[in-house]
């Protein structure tokens, strides 16, 4: 939703960071997605937890893929590079990006399509390869940018909006990520700050691949049909206009619940969503139990939220490569080239 | 019979098993030859599998220097197969060499009668001197190198001294390869004349000469050039290119102290990922290349099209093999240049850079890396098996010390700090050249979105015509820059003026000598123009127009040289003449000349058929 | 005031906001003139997004025919939304009218004064007449839709009468409609005199026709060919190809009785996975299709490879989009045009088809089935964003029962019987296609084994250079004969003898009548042809060969069909001039004219100037 | 390993199958792998699984990628339709061939590389698809075809013959097939006949996603300098020559045990690998605990083989679609095109 232009003035009372810095430094340009999508939440966790944390957004590097999620990166930290490179590869963009430089921070943002259809295969070694940095994917079971095919994370039996009931097994990225050694894994609801913004504070300084599977509902397209709502006028006219040429304006769906309970979210369809959080008390530093766990609350139906599993010590591209502490982009002649002498000496071992 | 007598100059083709160990020693043959000052050019012909199919090595002897594929007769057969034996024995020139293992008998008569047979019970002394049957395998090879020497007259200590340094490292592997060497050496002195009418002479003619490969020469060009990020993923002929770059990066590059490594080498889980990588890296300032072969290039086209159009420096390596889809896998090609010129969906377009040397293929590979950081563009390197994966006669590498890397336009802070407003996309100097930054440069100033998309000057998403008509007309413009910007063609005048002109690119060089040779031996004189980059250089324009005819040379079945010509330079095809060769092989300079011959309608009375 | 007068001729651009049901009111305004009889070409610019942000729908009404776009300057202007608000109004003629919501007071001098202002207070009446929030957007549209019929004097009857039948299914919901859109009539009507200067009047010239997109016809044509097998991943334009494959597919290919798919559309992963499971399908015997645009067709790159050389039929539908990389996706462009034909690395061509309307593009997707069964190869229908997904006046869709589907040379039992020995890629009848078997035909003869390696004609692994050429050539053969199996171009004699032509492929067709009037009007003869497949027919040399000049159109930056021209044809570049349009709009008669005429040195005096 | 000609006798006391076929009629061509390599037994294995089910051959498509594995549909089967694709892309290609022709028994074949590298979205996408097929990976943690690089099966730590320990996180493919929806699932290794051909044969009777995981050692380049046998000389000469010219003719690795035991198989460079065969009694129906006797094994370092899984009732890609019980390549005309009629009256809808 855009056609309001972006309010310019600057509230001097807006609470600043160590760095000086208020939350304002950290947005980006004005988002062009629909009102109420959820993937603006996840936006605004990301400049909330980096205001929190201090971090400079130019020592960030924001990095994504094609969809309406991959679009969010200009949406936030508008003085970071960011690059929406092709649909399903930003995993090996961000290798390329972080081992040529380890010293930035950098947040991968993908989609439920982007990440479990064209991009499985980087997405598990992107995992493999211990990447530092945060991946984030705005999971919204759909293809929102392609208008609402289902994705490969769509429950089965779910109901899209257009097209018979999702007939597939749906992937569990939670799950995928550790099972391919990811040592950070999250879940959360894009629509619960609370739990959000301190996840994304957590990954960002986690050493390692920390990823974070966020619920983001598509207010547009996913999940329609299968709504018991009463009449809407709209949903009728849509469907007999063999189109989805009306989306109304939907407010931002959010939620807050404690530690160890559970919420259930309404959907704009009237569809229900039950979501589990993990409770205080839950330690996530075993990798069977996680799994466990998971599998057990995938199997009532419930989402299960927070953090699911993190390897506290866990180590990184640049770690298992060896490479040099400074960054390898800092390098000059002296440091990279082997010079004439050497050259000569080459030349020896091939006379 | 007649009986082939030569000195310095034949083809002598070893035929094995692969897997058997033969690599090694045929090598060791063509190096001791190398050693003795006398141009050599070997050749490997092996199969797509690893072990127990056959494998052809072909040393080419020539003082004259004519170091291509001679043709497909040879004046010797090492028959060390026997499911090609037939074959082989067919492949030898009348009056030929045929070597072989005479332990179990073979009714020579039974095949030909033109030829000389040369047997040595190899096995027999293998079974004799050697318990373990895996060192009897092994030396068999070593002992037939050493009945050569003698056949050959080649210099024996060049030999052993030979084996020596390429032993260094487990010097008790040395006296029992020498000793194998003299079982084969003293069995051929005992048993026929030495030398043959057929031999070799040392010479001075390698000096400041190394054999080398161009997957090497590469690799050490982009050890040089600063090259720090390398993914891959494995595929035939490339892979030795990637597998040297660790070889001298983990010799030249890890700090003494600390351990660190000054690089990065990948294995990615494809193509698709290991070109990401790449760009991700040359997104953020490093020096970042990956290599690959025909169908990694095609699983590479939709990033291709990214970076061309993003504006992000690429470096690839494609070492071409024969197409198309899996193709010949271990065989020679030039079918990838429309495939890489026009990389990508949209109008896209890439520079190629083509080596046709070692000593060029580290140039080139070295530049390379400066050329696409310039142009901030994608740069292939078009290599091919021929190039990539034989030990050829090269120039030594050189280097100047002060040389520095060309990162191109990128603003730094200060500069940044002194702009109103920075756009990556304007075209300040006018030459298609933008400024990029590289992340994290600055608090405030110079970030921006780079994107696969239609933008305006200052990275802006849009979908307005006009930005978008004046960012791809910007990117044409590039092109022009680049056209004088990367390595000028080579041009030899032939020694008598000429109405017509030849054409190639990359390793069509090797035989440039003897096709010029051929043709004065008739009285045809021909200039020839060795094209090293695309987009082509004002000269190539310049070096068509000025001749009446101009034979383009092709080593794929479309003629993709010379359609490349036409369409770009909007040159009158009936002009460019298609001299093309496609089988696999490496071209011969009488399969060139003859062609040429029959367009130029010359009747074809040549040396050709006492050569091919 | 000069006021814009026009009966049946004139532009109408509606400004939108996308995601606010504009759509189907503009449509419903444009069917309605078509009902009327009156020639009428719709065209959507939408931005590559989801929800609010400027959409804009151009409704061209010409009596004489002209369906091309006309320009950028548009005669009305039904300005909905409020961020385009001032690129809307200037983008009005002179003398043009500007519809807007009144409801808020707008300085409308401080705009212009050379237009018509023609205020409606839509939201006002919104706000009165419905409750919920939802409702007041969606019929504000309609309501303008009724004002406009006022306003033009349409028939009121047929907007009525194309309400009911939208709404067949949900009869409720047609009562609420026609109220609103007696609103907009009824305000209208009372408050300006109507209708305006500018208006429409019924006419009789769509006898016999329908409004249909591309991308529909194209799907009904995969349903009547008997395509089984679809397979997809989403990406715009192509989507709706699919969809409505899937439509019409769900609607006349399930069994009443059992409830059984007579097909299977699966949803890939990606496009590379879409390609392979065409392949599969297409080796295993079923007529299979995937449609995709520029960025699937680049990952579709090394499938397509392995398709030409193993000779896999493969229907692959391309709605081109801008160009490069993700470029211009909701933009029209013919940009794949190289990527296409050389599609892969290595020698690889591709059967190449261009549809220029909706019958056009039934007809050849139905044929499609046909041209790649019979010569085992891909066939690559190219459509644009501009014919996908616009609606287009087309002639209705025939078909003859009679037909019957041809798979080719396909050998079944009873002939494998009959055979000595079955040779997969024995070229027996000399036309370089040799004949298939499907897996399970036979227990003990015609099975092989399908690679992408080199082959012998038995299809047994082969790395002989001999079998290579052998192989490759034949497929060169097979080009040979797919040229004049596949269609012929259209030709269309001017009505003067000419001495130059104009060549174009696709969409570019909607604009041939305009442009040969416009020529015309200046005293300029151009015979056109219209190309319909690559490889080229032999008409179209002869069509070059008989013109001095020849016009080659390309709707793209480098020339792309030009070079194909070229490249294939050895013709003269010289005699090949070159109009170029690749802003992303659908190009004008007016652009190519003006490049005409200035290449044909001719001062552009013409109407250009009155029209563009 | 093929220099020797195959013999061609037919030995008339060879015993026959249900269809009066000898095991002979189930041979391809000779093979041209190493020899000694496990690739070769799993072809043999395949061969006598369809003689004992006597299936014709002919009715069989055998479909492969890119590798030394994917090469071994060329040696069995010969009266079988084959189809060698490209690198990784099996999955669809046999996707496609079993959408067109339900009828058929597919086979597909893969290796490491081929699956769990470039392949690895294609592998999991058509497990979520049930495809009707039996997916079997040659696996020997190496890239046998391009001469030895590590896969991503290979165990963290391997000392691969060329270059460092491999430093990654290995992928197993049993845990994520199992994971990804797969209704029939087992590990064997290719030198235990008595293990192997059952499961061939089970999982070819399988309907649905049936996946064995064959480890297969390439005897040429796989887990070679990790060896602490003693001086060999050809290992110090290939060293020495920096390239793997001489390979030296092995013996196939085979091993033979009971279920519930365990087995130490030595690999021909003297390492040692742990199989450990499920226990008689093991319940493969309840997914859950597969995949926590499977994590439990892999902690141990021991590779559990035998039928980790298996559906029962699964249901296969043509039950989803609902596709015709006739192949859909049968259908001719009259099936298919809706005729002149039906399209005037989808005329008469656009006009
Ligand atoms: C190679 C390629 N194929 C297809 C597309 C079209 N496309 C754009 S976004 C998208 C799916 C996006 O889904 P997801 O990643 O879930 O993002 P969302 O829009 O739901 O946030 C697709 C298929 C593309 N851009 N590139
Ligand atoms: C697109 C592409 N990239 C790379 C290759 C080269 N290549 C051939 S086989 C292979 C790996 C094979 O490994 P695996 O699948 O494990 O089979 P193995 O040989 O070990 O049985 C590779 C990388 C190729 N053929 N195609
Ligand atoms: S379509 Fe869905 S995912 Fe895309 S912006 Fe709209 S609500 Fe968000
Ligand atoms: S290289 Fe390895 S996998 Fe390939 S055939 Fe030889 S032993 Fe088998
Ligand atoms: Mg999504
Ligand atoms: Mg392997």
């Known amino acids: ?351 | 019979m007649n009986t082939i007598t030569a000195v310095n100059e034949f083809v002598i083709r070893f035929a094995n098993v692969n897997g058997t160990g033969s690599a090694s020693a045929n090598m060791l043959f063509a190096k001791s030859l190398f050693r003795m000052g006398i141009p050599v050019s070997p050749r490997n012909m092996f199969p797509s599998n690893i072990q127990g199919l056959p494998t052809w090595y072909d040393v080419r002897v020539s003082e004259k220097g004519y170091m291509g594929r001679r043709g497909e007769n040879v004046d010797m057969v090492v028959a060390m197969n026997p499911q090609s034996f037939e074959r082989d024995v067919k492949s030898l020139a009348p009056g030929g060499f045929l070597f072989y293992d005479s332990t179990k008998y073979i009714d020579t008569g039974k095949y030909r009668s033109d030829i000389q047979w040369i047997g040595v019970p190899l096995m027999e002394i293998c079974q004799r001197e050697y318990q373990n049957p895996r060192q009897r395998q092994l030396f068999k090879n070593i002992i037939y190198v050493g009945a050569l020497a003698a056949l050959l007259e080649m210099d024996f200590d060049v030999i052993k001294d030979l084996i020596a340094s390429q032993f260094k490292a487990k010097q008790k592997l040395i006296p029992p390869n020498i000793h194998a060497l003299e079982l084969g050496y003293d069995y051929a002195s005992k048993n026929f004349d030495c030398p043959l009418s057929i031999k070799v002479k040392a010479a001075d003619l390698n000096k400041d000469k190394i054999l080398i490969d161009g997957n090497t020469a590469s690799a050490i060009g982009a050890v040089y050039s600063g090259a720090t990020v390398a993914s891959w993923y494995p595929i035939t002929p490339s892979t030795s290119l990637v597998e040297a770059f660790e070889k001298f990066a983990e010799r030249f590059r890890i700090d003494k102290e600390t351990g660190e490594k000054k690089f990065a080498i990948i294995q990615a889980e494809d193509e698709l990922s290991a070109m990401g990588m790449v760009i991700g890296a040359s997104w953020n300032g490093a020096r970042a290349f990956t290599a690959t072969s025909g169908p990694g290039v095609s699983l590479m086209t939709e990033f291709l099209g990214l970076a061309y159009f993003a504006e992000i420096p690429v470096v690839l390596f494609d070492v071409q093999r024969g197409g198309p889809s899996t193709g010949m896998p271990t065989r020679t090609q030039q079918s990838d240049i429309l495939s890489c010129a026009y990389a990508s969906h949209g109008d896209s377009k890439q520079v190629l850079l083509f080596p046709s040397d070692p000593k060029d293929a580290f140039d080139i590979a070295a530049d390379a890396f400066d050329y696409a950081n310039r142009l901030q563009t994608p740069v292939i390197v078009m290599l091919d098996l021929e190039l990539g994966m034989n030990d050829w006669i090269s120039d030594e590498l050189e280097w100047d010390d002060k040389r520095e890397y060309d990162q191109g336009k990128v603003l730094n802070a200060e500069q940044l700090d002194k702009l109103e407003r920075y756009g990556r996309y304007l075209d300040v100097d006018g030459d298609g050249i933008t400024y990029r930054t590289y992340p994290g440069t600055h608090p405030e100033k110079g970030a921006f979105f780079t994107r696969g998309t239609s933008r305006d000057e200052y990275a802006v998403y849009s979908e307005l015509g006009e930005d978008y008509v004046h960012n791809v007309d910007r990117l044409t413009r590039k092109f022009a820059t680049a056209a004088e910007l990367l390595p000028k063609p080579v041009i030899y005048k032939a020694k008598a003026s000429a109405v017509c002109g030849v054409v190639y690119v990359g390793t069509t060089a090797l035989v440039q000598d003897e096709m010029t040779d051929l043709l004065e031996q008739d009285g045809i004189y021909v200039d020839a123009m060795k094209i090293r980059a695309f987009p082509f250089h004002s000269d190539v324009k310049k070096f068509i127009n000025k001749h009446q005819k101009v034979f383009v040379i092709d080593i794929n079945r479309d003629a993709q040289l010379r359609t490349l010509l036409i369409n770009e330079e909007d040159f009158d095809p009936a002009k460019l003449l298609s001299i093309r060769h496609y089988d696999g092989m490496p071209v011969t300079a009488v399969t060139i000349v003859e062609q040429m011959k029959s367009a130029l309608g010359i009747s074809d009375n040549s040396n050709a058929e006492k050569r091919a």
Request: proline share 5%; glycine share 8%.
């Open chain 1, 1 to 351: 939703m855009s056609y309001m232009k972006k309010p310019q003035f600057y509230n001097p009372d807006l609470p600043k960071n160590e760095l000086g810095l208020t939350i304002r430094d950290y947005e980006g340009s004005l988002s062009t997605l629909c009102a109420g999508c959820g993937h603006d939440s996840i936006s605004s966790g990301i400049m909330q937890a980096c205001f929190e944390l201090s971090i400079s957004p130019h020592t960030v590097a924001k990095i994504s893929g094609i969809g309406c999620s991959s679009k969010t990166p200009t949406y936030y930290l508008g003085n970071a590079h960011g690059f929406n490179s092709v649909h399903g590869r930003m995993p090996s963009v961000a290798t390329g990006a972080n081992v040529a430089n380890r010293d930035l921070t950098y947040i991968g943002m993908s989609g439920d399509g982007d990440t479990a259809s064209i991009g499985l295969g980087q997405f598990v070694h992107v995992i493999r390869r211990q990447l530092n940095m945060l991946y984030v994917v705005a999971n919204n079971g759909t293809y929102g940018l392609t208008k609402g095919q289902n994705s490969a994370t769509l429950d089965k039996g779910s109901k899209p909006k257009k097209g018979p009931d999702n007939p597939w097994d749906s992937i569990d990225l939670v799950t995928t990520a550790i099972q391919m050694g990811a040592t950070f894994v999250a879940r959360s609801f894009s629509g619960d700050k609370q739990q959000l913004v301190p996840l994304i504070k957590a990954a960002v300084a986690h050493k390692g691949f920390a990823f974070i599977d966020c619920i983001s509902p598509c207010v547009t397209f996913n999940n329609h049909a299968g709504s018991t709502k009463s009449y809407d006028y709209v949903r009728e006219h849509n469907a007999v206009m063999n189109r989805m040429d009306f989306i109304p304006l939907q407010d931002e769906i959010t939620t807050e619940y404690a530690a160890g309970t559970s919420s259930q979210v309404s959907l704009h369809d009237g569809s229900v969503m039950h979501l589990q959080k993990l409770a205080e008390d839950y330690d996530p530093r075993d990798k069977i139990t996680a799994l466990d766990n998971l599998q057990r609350h995938n199997a009532d139906g419930k989402v299960l939220t927070g953090l699911l599993y993190v390897d506290p010590d866990a180590s990184d591209t640049h770690d298992v490569l060896a490479t040099s502490k400074t960054p390898l982009r800092e390098l000059k002649e002296k440091d990279l080239c082997p010079g004439a002498e050497v050259l000569s000496s080459i030349n020896a071992s091939f006379s």
